[in-house]
């Protein structure tokens, strides 16, 4: 192995997961874990070294190639785009975008043009845009559940984890819109110019998502 | 009206050796075009967005920058140099005899989403060969491109070949509807490797289905022939890929070469083999082209076509930075000695001294003093002198 290679981790729940499946992959992820005041973290037993950056910045990151690889939810790449590779599902973060309305109102019932509040409205746009539908968009950057309580949208599309937090607002999901999990995205000219390193990182993933899924 | 002073997003100010980086890249690259043959073409910043809305342009309306003629005719800035190359071959008919080369060294204007970096305006130098068909013309073509790159002095770089044949007789074997061919075609353009095998999942059955299933990961040396072969069987597009790179190879060629069968842009666009070139440090392709056979005679001549485009600024950003000249000498001289002063000026390395505006000896030495220089030169009736600073 000639290159050391980058990799862009999104902070949080994904970060712990990754850190998890690296080490399960016989990657020393100690650097990672016990960060102290570095930024980069490089690994002691594998040319790699990881930066911890939000989801969009993990695309961002990657797409300009100062990152050779990230890992980042499907629906950041959802939202954002971007040109990349997506090589793999890594299996965890898994979770699903859904359209909800308020318990027992008809959303499709009416030749009205919908309202919808969403903190992904590209996500929502290509949805609609799918059904041949026009509808409004509303930006929200907070609790979206707020949006239709407050009778100012009449339907949100948001992330739907067990569907608690819709429940306890009086809101249904009433259709999947997307499915999410974590993925590995790989920069277009790194996976040509350092081949041989990163399918080597992605076959030792691939063997401890066969080895997860058949335990 | 403050906003005024600064330009607008996607645009910038280059200065001194911005300016330097960038020519000296066009400059090698187009001394290498004109050796080959090909003669330089220049067309219109602005055209008519017909012209490229028509002819199946690969580029996206929402990224093609918008004006109107004087007539109130909808156009936009040049979005890529290839569509007006075809109008050209294909209606001046007396001055351009085919088969023809023909080269440019012109700016691409794109928009871009908000805040992402990116450039509106590309300066791109590229080539066309119009009106010649088959394995010389496309030869010809991928070894221009890997001498383009060459003599930008680029240290580490290759060339990756794919053929669009491949995918489409692949994508046949399935018999899918357009839309599913599509979302395939995407998951492999995008190396989606779990999606794509979630979407072959109904197509099992189908002897095809291996092929397409290892297609976005069918990329790296000359081994790629031989799998690609022993999934599909024996195929045009990779035999052809093979006689292609047995003739590279022989010309020296070879070590440049990769291949990419999960090349699948643009596929209603590319009729052949297509290509992009990678070169360390930048993080997306640097040159891009294939063979476009349709597109000449959506203008009403048919000619078959093939050409490659090299993003000038990104080359430019992977080569060590230009080290500006230092400022070491001050020519300053009395009224009558101008001639003298512009000899000792001219005699020196570009940038390494100047003309002194100032009337009198004084005020040019406190001009080298600002400026850094070690010296001023002074001419006047005692003939030639050297004042430190």
Known sequence: ?215 | MRYTINTPEGTRDRLFTECQERRQVQARLTRLFRQRGFLEVSTPETEFYDLFALSGSAIAQERMIKVWDPSGKFCVMRPDSTTPIARVAATKRKAVPLPQRLYYDQTVYRSNPAHNGGSREIPQCGVELIGARGKKADVEIIVTAIDALRSCGAPKFQVELGHAGFFRELAGRLELAEDAVEEMRRLIEGKNFAALNDFLEPHRGNPACAALERLSRLFGGAEVLTQAERLAGKTPAVDYLAELYDELSAAGYGQYIRFDLGMVHQIDYYTGVVFRGYVEGAGDAVLSGGRYDNLVGAFGREAQATGFAVDVDAVARTLPEITPPVLRTIVHYEPGYLAQALEAVDGRPAGTSELSPCRTLESSLNLARDKGAEAVLVFDKDGERTVRV
């Open chain 1, 1 to 215: 192995m000639s290159e050391r290679l980058k990799i862009a981790i999104t902070k949080g729940r994904l970060l712990d997961k990754s850190v998890e499946l690296f080490e399960a992959a016989g990657l020393d992820c100690a650097p990672i874990r016990d960060p102290g005041r570095r930024l980069v973290h490089s690994l002691p037993n594998y040319p790699l070294d990881a930066v911890l950056a939000k989801a969009p910045d993990v695309i961002t990151y990657v797409e300009h190639g100062v990152c050779d690889m990230g890992i980042v939810g499907k629906d950041t790449i959802l939202e954002k785009g971007g040109s990349f590779y997506e090589v793999l599902d890594l299996g965890f973060g898994r979770c699903r975008f859904a359209l909800a309305v308020r318990q027992g109102s008809d959303f499709y019932g009416t030749y009205k043009t919908r309202r919808i509040a969403s903190k992904y409205p590209e996500v929502t746009r290509t949805f609609f845009e799918k059904k041949g539908m026009d509808v409004d968009i509303i930006k929200i950057e907070g609790s979206v559940e707020l949006a239709p309580i407050l009778n100012l949208t009449d339907a949100i599309v948001d992330i739907v984890e067990t569907g608690a937090t819709l429940k306890a607002n009086g809101l249904v999901p009433i259709e999947d819109v997307a499915q999410v999990s974590a993925r590995l995205i790989v920069n277009t000219a790194s996976m040509k110019l350092y081949k041989a390193e990163i399918e080597d990182f992605i076959a030792r993933c691939e063997a401890e998502l066969e080895r997860r899924e058949h335990d």
